[in-house]
T-cell receptor, first 112, second 117 residues
């Protein structure tokens, strides 16, 4: 069956460092992958989308990579700030299917 | 805010009650979704509507009944729920850009925190 795994439940880093979050998937051939941010008690907010033919995507301090051979996406936040503390979700869509399937998320805590 | 509103934000109900959750999107999208989010579990897709037509029902128990009267409004009618149905219920919308690959970037509402006693 299709499965999405995100690395560890919580990641603690110091302010100013780069946070790297991992999303691995099995039994998928996604056309694209998305990353969302979710704060406690709120709905997820879209951050970045990367397509299967793209290796890397950047947006301000965010960078996403997509390796369809390894079936893995890495999500980087450079120069991290306490305000970046949140849960980050990756999401995939199976071919021909509208809806997204989400991973369980990685909680990031940036210490000042 | 995201342009997707949900009411109520919090709901406590007994197992014999009937209640409804409401979602409205102000983004002109044509697809709407219901998700369930329980503690320490991934978002679970419940229903998908595209142009008011239900296109996906993810094996959801019949005690959850969705309704989509138009592309801007989505309801989730609840009756005889169980305590394990307590969760955050999230509504989302997306735009099908005709002629391009569907990316379904989703815009979420703030959710309804449901507690079933």
């Amino acid at each position: 069956s299709q499965k999405i795994e995100q690395n560890s439940e919580a990641l603690n880093i110091q302010e100013g460092k780069t946070a790297t979050l991992t999303c691995n998937y099995t039994n998928y051939s996604p056309a694209y992958l998305q990353w969302y941010r979710q704060d406690p008690g709120r709905g997820p907010v879209f951050l970045l989308l990367i397509r299967e033919n793209e290796k890397e995507k950047r947006k301000e301090r965010l960078k996403v990579t997509f390796d369809t051979t390894l079936k893995q996406s890495l999500f980087h936040i450079t120069a991290s700030q306490p305000a970046d503390s949140a849960t980050y979700l990756c999401a995939l869509s199976a071919p021909g299917r509208r809806a997204l399937t989400f991973g369980s998320g990685t909680r990031l805590q940036v210490q000042p | 805010e995201t342009g997707v509103t949900q009411t109520p934000r919090h709901l406590v109900m007994g197992m014999t009650n009937k209640k409804s959750l409401k979602c409205e999107q102000h983004l002109g999208h044509n697809a709407m979704y219901w998700y369930k989010q329980s503690a320490k579990k991934p978002l679970e897709l419940m229903f998908v509507y595209n142009f008011k037509e239900q296109t996906e029902n993810n094996s959801v128990p019949s005690r959850f009944s969705p309704e989509c009267p138009n592309s801007s409004h989505l309801f989730l009618h609840l009756h005889t729920l169980q305590p394990e149905d307590s969760a955050l219920y999230l509504c989302a919308s997306s735009q099908d850009t005709s002629g391009e690959t569907i990316t379904d970037t989703q815009y979420f509402g703030p959710g309804t925190r449901l507690t079933v006693l």
